[in-house]
């Protein structure tokens, strides 16, 4: 019997993307993958327009992702009537001007980390953000991962007691390549911040997410490789002016310590963001390349059963239970599995949270107020590393 198959009732959240950059992949796999996971018909996005300055990389990737629209002026999305969230993957020095057009044209926002060049402009963007009325969310996408949700579901019921001290790296290889050409993300102009604000954006969101706000660091960085290649004429060479590593040691407002560092040219280290954090009852680490486990310590174990457990992360946990598994999986028994998830999942998760923001109007964290305290960290080990003294870090109210 051929039968019509009913299409939603509830309008879809249409979104403008700006950047067609390695970013779109994850967001727009995402935004697909979410309506066909979730039985909730309001956790649906229309991929209404992309934009990207380069035509003829925004057509292929439009077409090849499945957008409606494309246009390389990015006022087409932020000053649009037919969209409703604007979502900023673009280059770190374009975040300010879009954000601030997209929330004076009353849109909602997404941003990808880090959200600001430097505290200053996030603090503008955070303000207006707030007085907007809009949802405004930065893409802190590890925050949404099964196990490190679950890690801080145990570190609130008070499994690892009073948290003494977090050691959290965001540590890559790929730039380790000096052969890569000298683009954005090696020039402080564009960016801001090298790895540090690239991945240890991540930890330092980690570090506020799982044990609370940074209150000092002294810290330092280092840069490994000077010059690197022109992009458009690779015989001629320029100078490179962020941070290949950057490494913090940070004082708690609640009294914990810790470390934070972050680099992109630690051979060997192929994606690992890690942490491990240590209460006077127990501990939890954790490990992105082994990120379907995780490592949980209980300090009241008998003596002879003392040590790390390996949890593996299935439907059990918060958010897992969106994959891999029959319709009737919990009919058939199969509550428990665990077939393992990744990178792309993790967005998935993302933007099901991100929708159930732009529902209930709600900025759930992570939000504009997360990305400035953010970049509030950033600056302040920016600064330490400069002068070679503890930095307070400098917190703007937003009202
Ligand atoms: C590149 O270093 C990168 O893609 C980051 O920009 C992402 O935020 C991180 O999740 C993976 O690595």
Not at 37 to 49: A, G, I, N, Q, Y
């Amino acid at each position: 019997m051929m039968k019509q198959i009913n299409v939603n009732s509830i309008a879809p959240i249409r979104v403008g993307m700006i950047g067609a950059g390695y970013m779109l992949k994850l967001h727009t796999l995402a935004m697909r993958n979410l309506a066909s996971l979730t039985d909730d018909e309001r956790d649906r996005f229309e991929l209404t327009r992309l934009v990207d300055t380069n035509a003829a990389l925004v057509e292929h990737e439009a077409i090849r992702w499945g957008w409606s629209q494309m246009d390389t002026d990015w006022r087409s999305i932020t000053r649009s009537a037919d969209i409703d969230l604007v979502d900023i993957a673009t280059p770190n020095d374009s975040h300010h001007e879009i954000c601030l057009d997209a929330f004076a044209h009353g849109k909602h926002v997404l941003c990808e980390k880090p959200l600001a060049m430097n505290r200053h402009q996030a603090a503008e963007m955070a303000h207006h953000a707030a007085a907007s009325g809009k949802v405004h969310i930065v893409n802190f996408t590890y925050r949404s991962w099964p196990a490190i949700v679950q890690a801080r579901q145990l570190i609130q019921a008070g499994k690892i007691g009073k948290i003494r001290h977090f050691e959290g790296h965001f540590f890559q290889d790929h730039n380790n390549d000096a052969t890569i050409p000298l683009h954005w993300r090696f020039q402080k102009a564009c960016a801001g911040a090298g790895a540090l604000g690239d991945i240890g954006s991540h930890v330092i969101d980690l570090a506020r997410f799982l044990v609370g706000d940074i209150a000092s660091v002294s810290a330092l960085t280092q840069r490994f490789i000077e010059q690197r290649p022109f992009p458009h004429d690779r015989t001629q060479s320029g100078k490179v002016d962020v941070d290949d590593l950057a490494a913090a040691l940070v004082r708690f407002e609640n009294g914990a310590t810790g470390s934070i560092k972050a680099s992109w040219a630690l051979p060997g280290y192929k994606n690992d963001v890690f942490f491990s954090i240590v209460g006077d009852k127990g501990a939890i680490r954790f490990s992105w390349e082994r990120s379907n486990e995780l490592q949980i310590f209980d300090a009241a174990d008998e003596p002879q059963l003392s040590g790390y457990r390996t949890v593996l992360i299935g439907r059990a946990h918060p958010g897992a239970e969106l994959f891999w598994f029959p319709a009737l999986g919990g009919e058939l028994g199969l509550g428990v599995t665990a077939q393992g998830i990744g990178y792309g999942e993790a967005f998935t998760l993302s933007f099901r949270h991100y929708a159930q923001a732009l529902r209930t109007g709600k900025s759930l964290a992570p939000n504009f107020i997360d990305g400035l305290r953010c970049c509030e960290i950033i600056d302040a080990i920016l600064l330490s590393a400069e002068t070679g003294a503890w930095v307070d870090v400098d917190k703007t109210v937003i009202v």
